[in-house]
């Protein structure tokens, strides 16, 4: 499920470069899954919520945790939300918090999926006839 979602791409160059040299590794915890509604298309799906941190690890021994980073992600649209580091700490520990609306901040937008209002088939965002029947979007 964690190898789904593909955070690659928020590390950058410099960070690729430490991975294997001294020993640093990103890791992502699969948390449980939030009913916030997604601020890109307002889908209220269950979103994943992933923890992401870097070890710095001697002997494969972590000895060192930083870059803390909670993010949530939308399995309708596929956008990707940053949560506030606090929040996605009170969200890990306490089972009752849960993630608001406002907690998301998006950084990566992905693509709104749109349904024929006739038939249900999936249309593309610039179709203005659905694929499957015809009918006009
Ligand atoms: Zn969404
Ligand atoms: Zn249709």
Redesign the pocket.
């Known amino acids: 499920m964690i190898a789904k979602f593909n955070f690659m791409m928020f590390m950058g160059d410099d960070d690729m470069f430490f991975i294997g040299v001294f020993g640093i590794t990103s890791k992502d915890k699969l948390l449980r899954d939030s009913q916030v509604e997604c601020k890109e298309c307002n889908s209220l799906l269950p979103k994943k919520v992933i923890k992401r941190y870097n070890t710095f690890h001697v002997f494969f021994i972590p000895t060192v945790r930083w870059n803390l980073n909670y993010f949530c992600a939308c399995p309708s649209c596929k956008s990707v939300f940053e949560i506030k580091k606090e929040k996605g700490q009170a969200y890990e520990e306490n089972p009752n918090e849960e993630l608001t609306y406002w907690d998301l901040k998006t950084v990566k937008k992905g693509k709104p999926l749109r349904f ?6 999936q ?1 593309d965002k610039t179709h203005t006839f ?1 694929p ?4 006009k979007q």
Do not use: F, I, L, R
């Open positions: 024929c209002k006739v038939c249900g088939a249309v659905c499957n029947c015809g009918a």
